[in-house]
């Protein structure tokens, strides 16, 4: 398939950034009253009461931008180009998953001078301190020619839709864990990096292990819900809703099986663990484990129900081979300094892993 090009003319709208990707909402603008819309349909004029036309004649768009995000690379060393992402999606990642399990994505060629409009921007938001400060300093990759077009997951307007999303993490224990262990790899994370933001009272200690999402728990997959709605903050506009939101998030946890596949599979690409220095050691798989590990699950959500009708894994561009050092120091601070075995009388912010119940 021949990539499209991204139409420069097209309103971008800064919708949120991690550490290699910044992505954007698309703005295609509004038909006139009795022309055609990019996907094709007439606008009736009569009926119309959407927002005054364009004075210009209307242009088209193909089609495929329509209800889609961009997302553009970041000018950083541990970046895998959009083209190596893009191609280990198509290969790898599709084979693994049904198609309606995940953000559907295909890479789109760049204009020129977009690059270079978006950069100027996020040095503008800096400077208004309207862009985190932990990412303040990293701009985009003004070398490269090609975005990802992905699905759009927010609800778009819908009012009768809530979106939500979260990071499953680790499914399964480290391979590498001490087999005496209290914590997962996720708590044991968490148990460090809480007492490491002590001095940072803006950052809420994790409280909920990730293993409940695989084996259910009826209290404490309701705690993994209740990070859950508290990291999507804002979405829930009433008490009446919030707690629907909670019991339909619930029981699709208990119900999917997309995420004890997501566990299996984690586990498939990375039996060893990244620690092991065995000839046989496949980096390709492990690469592929870890980006699994910190993949992202997009769910929507009928409002006036609380019912799960959409839940797709995004954040799939395979990760760096230049992390896997990273990823080694992290693990073996973790295993040396105790944080898998610690008791939780040691912590000022124990975490209920599941591991650490009798």
């Known amino acids: 398939m021949e990539s499209p090009l991204f139409p420069g003319e097209l309103e971008l709208e800064y919708l ?109 938001n800096e400077a208004r301190g309207l862009r985190p400060k932990n990412r303040v300093g990293t701009y985009l990759d003004t070398k490269a020619r090609a975005g990802t077009l992905v699905a759009d997951m927010t609800a778009r307007g819908d009012p009768n839709t809530i979106p939500l999303e979260f990071k499953p993490k680790w499914l399964a224990q480290s391979p590498t864990a001490p087999k005496n262990a209290r914590r997962c790899r996720t708590c044991a994370l968490h148990a460090m990096r809480n007492v490491f933001s002590h001095s940072e009272p803006t950052v809420p200690p994790k409280s909920a292990c990730p293993l409940y999402l695989v084996e259910y728990d009826n209290v404490r997959t309701a705690q993994i819900v209740e990070d859950i709605l508290h990291d999507n903050a804002g ?99 973790l295993i040396d300094s105790g944080w898998y075995s610690r008791a939780p009388e040691d912590l000022e912010n124990p975490i209920a892993c599941r591991l650490g119940r009798p």
């Open 16 to 124: 949120g950034e991690g550490a290699a990707n910044i992505v954007y909402k698309i703005h295609l603008p509004p038909p006139s009253p009795g022309e055609t819309s990019a996907s094709g349909f007439a606008v009736d004029v009569d009926k119309y009461d959407g927002p005054p036309p364009l004075a210009h004649p209307m242009m088209r768009f193909d089609p495929i931008f329509e209800d889609k995000l961009l997302r553009l690379r970041k000018d950083v060393p541990t970046a895998v180009s959009v083209k190596d992402a893009q191609d280990a999606f198509e290969d790898i990642i599709k084979a693994n998953f049904d198609a309606n399990e995940l953000v559907e994505q295909i890479i789109v060629l760049l204009p020129r001078s977009l690059i270079e409009g978006c950069n100027k921007r996020l040095r503008l």
């Open 235 to 333: 979405t829930l506009p009433d008490l009446e809703t919030e707690n629907m939101v909670k019991e339909g998030v619930k029981i699709f946890i208990h119900d999917t099986l997309l995420l004890t596949k997501l566990r299996d599979l984690q586990t498939k690409y990375d039996p060893k663990s990244f620690l092991d220095e065995s000839e046989d050691q496949d980096e390709e798989n492990i690469r592929l484990a870890m980006t699994l590990r910190d993949c992202t699950l997009f769910l929507k959500i009928r409002r006036d129900s609380g019912k799960v009708l959409e839940a797709r894994l995004g954040d799939l561009d395979l990760k760096s081979s230049k992390k896997l050092a990273h990823w080694k120091a992290v693990e073996r601070q």
